[in-house]
T-cell receptor, first 111, second 113 residues
Framework: DAGITQSPRHKVTETGTPVTLRCHQT?????MYWYRQDPGHGLRLIHY???????DKGEVSDGYSVSRSKTEDFLLTLESATSSQTSVYFC??????????FGPGTRLLVL | AQTVTQSQPEMSVQEAETVTLSCTYD???????LFWYKQPPSRQMILVIR??????QNATENRFSVNFQKAAKSFSLKISDSQLGDTAMYFC??????????FGTGTSLTVIP
């Protein structure tokens, strides 16, 4: 299995609070991604990174920001969490033209 | 923009039988990659099979094989000799030359003993 960890694995927070999710890889892959998974929608891309400090928006980026200061870490921040951001969040990594591997997911509940 | 469509939200198959999951996609690119991922109740996303668009030969991995029809933009997954452990959500995915991935909405497969 690819070396990808996500933290925390579960989080409950209140509306309006900031939340940061962390993705850590030990594979030295160039690309990192954040997705959210909701029933009926499959996986939708939030943001992705193609190198240190190089990031771009995905399909559902509103309300989310990301940072990548090191190859191995990709942070997803919800500046002010809303109930619509309750979801399961997956991090993924890949190399150029290669298969994408996923982390175990983080279940986030915003009350 | 690329889109991936899985038109079968739910399917079931008897143990040891064969089942085919459908996937179509839309793209104007000529070079790309296609994938099937499996997500069991544990929620871990697991790669099942991968196909490069420039390869005419259909990919196979043990009991899993694909029928890749590039002109029709179709990429179906066939599972032979279905096992109880195949019960999962299956996602079709497309990757473009910019390493961006697009996923279908998934097909929930149940293998019946």
């Amino acid at each position: 299995d690819a070396g990808i960890t996500q933290s925390p694995r579960h989080k409950v927070t209140e509306t309006g609070t900031p939340v940061t999710l962390r993705c850590h890889q030990t594979e030295n892959h160039r690309y990192m991604y954040w997705y959210r998974q909701d029933p009926g929608h499959g996986l939708r891309l939030i943001h992705y990174s193609y190198g240190v400090k190089d990031t771009d928006k995905g399909e559902v980026s509103d309300g989310y920001s990301v940072s990548r200061s090191k190859t191995e870490d990709f942070l997803l921040t919800l500046e002010s969490a809303t109930s619509s951001q309750t979801s399961v969040y997956f991090c993924a990594i890949s190399e150029e033209g290669a298969t994408q591997y996923f982390g175990p997911g983080t279940r986030l509940l915003v009350l | 923009a690329q889109t991936v469509t899985q038109s079968q939200p739910e399917m079931s198959v008897q143990e040891a039988e064969t089942v085919t999951l459908s996937c179509t996609y839309d793209t104007s690119e000529n070079n790309y990659y296609l994938f099937w991922y499996k997500q069991p109740p544990s929620r871990q996303m697991i790669l099942v099979i991968r196909q490069e668009a420039y390869k005419q030969q259909n990919a196979t991995e043990n009991r899993f094989s694909v029928n890749f029809q590039k002109a029709a933009k179709s990429f179906s997954l066939k599972i032979s000799d279905s096992q109880l452990g195949d019960t999962a959500m299956y996602f079709c995915a497309f990757m473009n030359t910019g390493n961006q991935f697009y996923f279908g909405t998934g097909t929930s497969l149940t293998v019946i003993p």
